[in-house]
């Protein structure tokens, strides 16, 4: 298995505009996890899924803020409008409910102009 | 709300020498508890996970371990290497799926 796949590996946009950040589990894990990393506040869960269900998304910032799991092979991070404060690495995560270890993917570093 | 916290925030230490690794927790009602690598634009790695029932956890030169009535853990590296170097990442899971996770500390191992 080629991991968690994200993409891009990074993104440059100007504020206002909408991004969208893209993320492909491990075949056959069920809970897949969306987290950001500054230097200011570490690692912040955003929002976690099920068996392509949203568990919990308390850690969305706000709004601007979408995530969906269209299938289990797929999932989005979507920011309209981004703005600099938004300037993050964002990583993607999955796991089997079976087992324990989390696989992260490389990320996505996202720079708002 | 889980708070994890990490100490030092950095370290710097020469080759060969052993070094302990700090974390500490809020809420002792956890789940597990794990410890992540993390290198230079890179992803997280998994390195050792210890449940709540255990004390600790072994792998290679590395040893994790769990007190959890005092909410702290260790990552005890030994006869450490330049490759070692990275930043090194707690995350405690309340609920056994979510993590949170420490802000990390930066190890340099110097030849």
């Known amino acids: 298995d080629a991991g968690v796949i994200q993409s891009p590996r990074h993104e440059v946009t100007e504020m206002g505009q909408e991004v969208t950040l893209r993320c492909k589990p491990i075949s056959g894990h069920d809970y897949l996890f969306w987290y950001r990393q500054t230097m200011m506040r570490g690692l912040e869960l955003l929002i976690y899924?099920?068996?392509?269900?949203?568990?919990?998304d308390s850690g969305m910032p706000e709004d601007r803020f979408s995530a969906k799991m269209p299938n289990a092979s797929f999932s989005t991070l979507k920011i309209q409008p981004s703005e600099p404060r938004d300037s993050a690495v964002y990583f993607c995560?999955?796991?089997?409910?079976?087992?324990?270890?989390?696989?992260f993917g490389s990320g996505t570093r996202l720079t708002v102009v | 709300k889980q708070e994890v916290t990490q100490i030092p925030a950095a370290l710097s230490v020469p080759e060969g020498e052993n070094l302990v690794l700090n974390c500490s927790f809020t809420d002792s009602a956890i789940y597990n508890l794990q410890w992540f690598r993390q290198d230079p634009g890179k992803g997280l790695t998994s390195l050792l996970l210890i449940q709540s029932s255990q004390r600790e956890q072994t792998s290679g030169r590395l040893n994790a371990s769990l007190d959890k009535s005092s909410g702290r853990s260790t990552l005890y590296i030994a006869a450490s290497q330049p490759g070692d170097s990275a930043t090194y990442l707690c995350a405690v899971s309340d609920s056994g799926y979510a993590l949170n996770f420490g802000k990390g500390t930066s190890l340099l191992v110097t030849p």
């Open positions: 995560a999955s796991r089997f409910s079976g087992g324990y270890g989390y696989t």
């Open positions: 899924f099920n068996n392509n269900v949203p568990i919990d």
